[in-house]
């Protein structure tokens, strides 16, 4: 187990970034490693999605648990689990929760900073300490910040580039192995951020953000696509279904 940690770690390389084309289930899973994945990760929403649960932890842990055991027993490269913000309001939880994880065999985890709750983000302290629980384990923990989700676009500016690197700093103290700003699309704040973090950066591909290559010059380590692939298989399905059933009818 502790070599499928370290060979993830070692995936996260500034300016070769490890990419992941975020998966759901086993079967999924399966179908990226046979393109050629070096690791795979699921989204959170994705899982949800496949099971019928809305996204924000309406998906029951230990489906979510059963569904990363299935993935991990399916695939022979590092599995990370997204685990949104922890499965629990104490840093206790999150402890319990990750390594539940981690006896699966899972190699990482995304954490997220966003309160579902209360909404907005849990302040700088708070969030380090559900860091730290999680990556006391010895899991490598994706520190997600939702500034720029939360922010609007206009709004993506030099001072929010330095709450999240204000965040990152805490996040890495706190031991985390990457930190993950989705939603940060400007080249210039995404530069910006790669050349001051202390951790490896994880972007998410997006339609109106840089291209793969691009991102990989700025100084990513880690490309995602959350719930991307999903949507896309799931509209073809529909498209396929709906051709068949209409020709049918």
Request: proline share 4%; charged share 20%; net charge negative.
């Amino acid at each position: 187990m502790t070599d499928m940690i370290t060979q993830f770690a070692e995936l996260h390389q500034p300016g070769k970034p490890l990419v992941l084309y975020n998966i759901w289930d086993a079967g999924s899973a399966q179908a990226a490693v046979r393109a050629g994945a070096k690791a795979v990760a699921t989204g959170s929403l994705s899982v949800a999605g496949a099971q019928g649960f809305e996204d924000g932890e309406k998906l029951p842990f230990d489906f979510a648990l059963t569904n990363a055991t299935h993935i991990v027993h399916a695939v022979d490269v590092p599995v990370s689990i997204d685990l949104e913000t922890g499965y629990g309001d104490e840093a206790a939880n999150v402890s319990a929760n990750a390594k539940s994880m981690k006896e699966a065999g899972v190699a990482g985890l995304n954490i997220e900073d966003q309160d579902l709750s209360a909404g907005g983000l849990r302040d700088v302290s708070t969030q380090a300490e559900r860091i730290k629980a999680a990556a006391d384990t010895g899991l490598f923990i994706n520190a997600r910040t939702d500034l720029f989700i939360q922010t609007p676009p206009q709004d993506h500016d030099d001072s929010l580039a330095q709450k999240a690197l204000e965040r990152c700093q805490a996040y890495a103290d706190a031991g985390a192995g990457s930190f993950f700003i989705p939603f940060a699309t400007d080249e210039k704040l995404i530069g910006h951020i790669c050349e001051r973090a202390g951790l490896p950066v994880n972007i998410m591909m997006m339609s109106d953000g840089p291209s793969i290559s691009r991102l990989a010059e700025l100084g990513v380590s880690r490309i995602s696509f959350g719930p991307g692939p999903w949507k896309a298989a799931m509209a073809a399905l529909e498209a396929e279904a709906l051709r068949i059933f209409t020709n049918q009818a």
